[in-house]
Structures are given as C-alpha cells and as structure tokens.
C-alpha cells in the first residue's frame, strides 16, 4: 500500500534541492501509524506528534489504507 506523508517544520527532511516536506511511502498492507513512525526513523516522541490522518487526528494504533495523506505534526511550544 502507498501513503502519503506531510512532515511539517523540523521534521522535514533535508535533500539536495532544500527541505522535502511530502514524501510517497510504500508500507505493508495493515501497517498503523507507529509502523510509519519506524519506518520513517522519527525520533520525536509520539506524545509530542499531532498525528492526522485525512484530516482527522489519530492514534499511533490507526491502521492506513492506501492513498491516506498523513500529516505529522510537532506539537509547537509558545511564549
């Protein structure tokens, strides 16, 4: 199955042309969200992480279907 991954503000990977910020992600049928995280190598907390999955929040135990856009989002702290 294929999903789409958004990696918003420090989670954006570098690449040769400047921040990657969308990646397309091959995963194994039935695989949840912390499947993604591993894979994806994300060493934040997951607690720190609003997880999205088609514009919904979701937990780490949400399984993905293909085609689902996921956005992975810090939590930001404010002053």
Do not use: C, F, W, Y
Not at 11 to 28: A, D, F, M, N, T
Not at 40 to 55: C, G, K, R, S, W
Not at 64 to 77: K, Q, R, S, T
């Amino acid at each position: 199955m294929v999903v789409v991954v958004h990696l918003h503000t420090v989670l954006q990977r570098k690449g040769p042309e400047g921040s990657i910020s969308r990646l397309v992600v091959e995963l194994p049928t039935e695989s949840d969200l912390a499947a993604l995280l591993r894979l994806l190598e994300i060493q934040m907390d997951p607690e720190e992480l609003l997880l999205v999955v088609n514009t919904r929040t979701a937990a780490l135990e949400q399984v993905l279907h293909n085609g689902d856009e996921v956005h992975l989002i810090p939590a930001l702290a404010g002053g």
